[in-house]
């Protein structure tokens, strides 16, 4: 038994058309569900534009935020130009000593958990890793992940935490512009682009996009990667010690979780992909997690294969717009199949609430509000008998 729903909504669609038109709301978007119609349209930043604030995400985020996202709410070569300025810090999970301090960390959160029976892990374990990472990518203080794991797992859908964060960044940010530091934050403050400084407003749409950005999707493929440990205990032996296929496996279990669905894309001029017909100024979907079941791309892409060679996913997007935070979401799931394999003997599912992604022409699992697990240690096998 499947501890996490892998039924692929778009299978019937994908083969019959390769599009599905969906309501949202009341809008109805193509959604473009072939990985090679996926990759073309994502590449096509002309005809399917991002430069379309609150437009990015499907629905679109008018409700929840009043400033553009930056760099994913634009286009090249402004993306280019804005992408530039936040890259050394997301760049920064390629370094050797944040990687030794994420793995410290994730090492220090499982010795909290492994052997205490019953764990409740999406707040237990994930956010609270992906807090605290966060941290040490953006260089603040420990103190401020310690903060941001009391939130929701998503920050701008939940009332009470965005107000959290809006608090939370009206305290930071002056505090950055008098007296810039060596963070992400004193980072922005001295920035420029085109010749100047960067407004507040521009400040802000970085510093939203960074924690909506990847804050509930981290959480969710970590307890993906951990129900499918439970799932498959043959899997957890077989990554033990193997940090080829470590590698590989973070890939894999991405690309059959693919949290973020689909991401909308506007047409100014209309736009034509496979059987796709977008009017002048409408939107379309790109949708990942239909293009990363393609049979003609991922031989039995149900199937989780940890050694899944060619694994040509769009988890993280592609084209110009790809994941700035891609670095360190491998660092992060990679790290916690690394010390879940060294630590834990096997992985007991215990129960859990799915979190659904439920609209008229779809149903998809996409994560899970509450898990509850129990991680039992690898037996001492130096123990005399």
């Known amino acids: 038994m499947s501890h996490w729903d892998l039924t692929d909504p778009f299978r019937e669609a994908r083969a019959a058309r390769g599009v599905l038109e969906a309501d949202f709301a009341g809008e109805t978007i193509p959604m473009i569900l072939r990985h090679g119609d996926v990759r073309r349209a994502a590449r096509d930043f002309k005809a399917f534009s991002s430069d379309t604030p609150f437009r990015v995400p499907i629905p679109g985020e008018e409700p929840f935020r009043d400033v553009r996202e930056l760099p994913i709410e634009t286009d090249p070569p402004e993306h280019t130009a804005y992408r530039a300025l936040a890259r050394p810090f997301f760049d920064r999970p390629r370094r050797p000593e944040v990687i030794r301090a994420v793995s410290e960390l994730t090492a220090s959160l499982l010795d909290e958990v492994v052997g205490q029976g019953a764990v409740e892990i999406i707040h237990g374990l994930a956010v609270k890793l992906q807090s605290r990472a966060l941290a040490v990518m953006l260089n603040r203080p420990s103190e401020d992940g310690l903060l941001w794991e009391t939130w929701y797992s998503n920050v701008l859908y939940d009332d009470a935490t965005r107000a959290e964060l809006y608090r939370y960044l009206d305290r930071v940010l002056p505090e950055a512009a008098a007296n810039p530091g060596d963070d992400f934050f004193g980072a922005l403050s001295t920035a420029t682009y085109e010749g100047r400084k960067l407004t507040d407003e521009e400040i802000m749409g970085f510093a939203v996009l960074t924690f909506a950005g990847g804050r509930d999707t981290v959480v969710s493929v970590i307890a993906f990667a951990l129900v499918h440990l439970a799932d498959h205990p043959e899997d957890l032996a077989r990554l033990r010690g193997d940090a080829e296929l470590v590698r590989s496996a973070a890939e894999e279990i991405v690309r059959v979780c693919s949290p ?126």
Request: net charge positive; hydrophobic share 35%; charged share 25%.
């Open 260 to 385: 973020l669905t689909h991401i909308g894309r506007t047409c100014p001029a209309g736009a034509r992909i496979g059987a796709a017909r977008i009017p002048a100024g409408h939107r379309a979907s790109l949708c990942w997690a239909a293009a990363n079941r393609d049979e003609r791309v991922f031989p039995d892409p149900d199937e989780v294969r940890l050694d899944r060679r060619r694994n040509v996913h769009v988890a993280y997007g592609f084209g110009p717009h790809f994941c700035l935070g891609v670095h360190q979401a491998r660092l992060i799931l990679r790290s916690v199949l690394e010390h879940v394999s060294a630590k834990v003997g096997s992985v007991e599912f215990l129960a859990g609430e799915p979190k659904y992604e439920e609209w008229p022409d779809y149903r998809r699992q996409t994560g899970y509000e509450s898990l509850t697990m129990a991680l039992h240690p690898i037996e001492n096998r130096g123990a005399s008998p």
